[in-house]
Structures are given as C-alpha cells and as structure tokens.
C-alpha cells in the first residue's frame, strides 16, 4: 500500500513539475497601467509582479527616447512591488523597461506604455 502511494506521489510530482517551471514570475499591474493616460504632475511609478523579483534595470524614456532620471535607487531585495521616483513627468507619451531577476535566477524583461495629460484643474 505504502509503495502504491509513494509511486502516485512520484507520478504526480512529475506531472505538475514541468508546470511549476512554466510558471516564471511576471508582471501583474503597473501604475500608470500599460496604455493608460494619467495627468501631469505624477511622480512615483510602480510595477506589480506575481512573485519576489529583483528589479536591476528600470528606466523611463519619452517619446524622444530621452531617459527621464530616477529620483529613488532600486531596491536590492526581492519584493513583490517596485516603486521609484521621477520627476514630475510632463505632458507627453512614456515607455518604461524593465530587468528583474527572479529567486530562481531567471532573469525577466518587461514593459509597459503611458501618457500624461496637462492637468486642466490647476492649469492658468
Ligand atoms: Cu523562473
């Protein structure tokens, strides 16, 4: 009985191994949300992912493919989420990159596109 159960245990681990190993961390939501028109004035972007990454590359470039600096340094753990500082972002179309390295060392590429608006509310 004993050798029946370990025998469908090993049966099962290796039916759902391979799909274990599909299942590479990946980005879930970013703010500004990929295609997303938010006003001017944001300042702070961040990037959800489905499990701990380690984000080693991010940079955020307007439509002149001029990179906009980071006000805040990448975190050097794995988290879930990153979050960095930008100047406040002025009107125009944005793309955002990205290089993480998962906990399993696979190494992940991302990105995601937005645009700011003039914000008509506080606009003279
Ligand atoms: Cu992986």
Do not use: C
């Not at 944001?42 to 990454?53: G, M, N, T």
Request: proline letters at 6%.
């Amino acid at each position: 009985m004993k050798r029946i159960k370990a025998a469908a245990l090993a049966a099962l681990l290796m039916a759902t191994a391979p799909v274990a190993a599909l299942a590479h961390a990946k980005m879930t939501a970013s703010k500004p949300a990929d295609g997303s028109t938010v006003v001017a004035g944001l300042a702070e972007i961040e990037i959800d992912f489905s499990a701990p990454l380690r984000v080693s590359m991010l940079h955020v470039r307007d439509a002149n493919k001029h990179e906009v600096a980071l006000k805040s340094e990448l975190p050097a753990t794995f988290a879930p989420a990153v979050k960095v500082n930008v100047e406040a972002l002025a009107p125009g179309n944005y793309e955002v990159s990205w290089t993480a390295v998962a906990e399993d060392g696979h190494v992940m590429q991302g990105g995601f596109a937005f645009s700011v608006k003039p914000d008509t509310q506080t606009a003279k």
